[in-house]
């Protein structure tokens, strides 16, 4: 199957400080690609969704100035959590979606921490 | 209302067995429907696609029911490697765009 990289696996950053996380389709091309937080215990929360060379669409409540994303080609989108504070702790998933296919692929997540 | 509800969990069953997980949708309009295990500290995993005429994979079968627009997923002979949590997704259009259930944890004793 499809693979899809997530980078860094795990962050641990002091409050104020700006995240970026980086979301790879290895094989094939992702037209689509979107960004979930989980916290613990939740299910995951669709936070965007980003289409290769296009502005991201965010989920209502997500704040599109403080998680910048970027998809700037079919292989890579990044999410920045701006000026991070204890409660954007989280998991951070991507999953990534080509044309071919219904199916979206998920990478291995990112665990933030914020001190 | 939640758009996509699940048994609130956990289960804690022994091993062997047969576990019935249940999921209701409120959009009539959803078009594809999924079960994903999530491990902790994991990202989810596609477990199934669910038809409407249901299907099976090995100890797992899955079913709709458009009528009362339920989901349900059995799994028969569990095993110790099934505990994880199960979501049920629901995928209303053509972008892409998954609703998630909460998920119900299993926990497989042996």
């Known amino acids: 199957g499809a693979v899809v990289s997530q980078h860094p696996s795990w962050v641990i950053c002091k409050s104020g400080t700006s995240v970026k996380i980086e979301c790879r389709s290895l094989d094939f091309q992702a037209t689509t690609m979107f960004w979930y937080r989980q916290f613990p215990k939740q299910s995951l929360m669709l936070m965007a969704t980003?289409?290769?060379?296009?502005?991201?669409?965010?989920e209502q409540g997500v704040e599109k100035d403080k998680f910048l994303i970027n998809h700037a080609s079919l292989t890579l989108s990044t999410l920045t959590v701006t000026s991070a504070h204890p409660e954007d702790s989280s998991f951070y998933i991507c999953s990534a979606g080509s044309g071919l296919s219904e199916t979206q692929y998920f990478g291995p997540g990112t665990r933030l921490l914020v001190l | 209302r939640k758009e996509v509800e699940q048994d609130p969990g956990p289960f804690n069953v022994p091993e062997g067995a047969t576990v019935a997980f249940n999921c209701t949708y409120s959009n009539s309009a959803s078009q594809s429907f999924f079960w994903y295990r999530q491990d902790c500290r994991k990202e989810p995993k596609l477990l199934m696609s669910?038809?409407?005429?249901?299907n099976e994979d090995g100890r797992f079968t899955a079913q709709l029911n458009r009528a009362s627009q339920y989901i349900s997923l059995l799994i028969r002979d569990s095993k110790l490697s099934d505990s994880a949590t199960y979501l049920c997704?629901?995928?209303?259009?053509?972008?892409?765009?998954?609703?998630w259930g909460a998920g119900t944890k299993l926990i497989i004793k042996p």
């Open positions: 997704v629901v995928k209303q259009n053509s972008n892409y765009q998954l609703i």
């Open positions: 980003s289409n290769e060379g296009s502005k991201a669409t965010y």
């Open positions: 669910v038809y409407s005429s249901g």
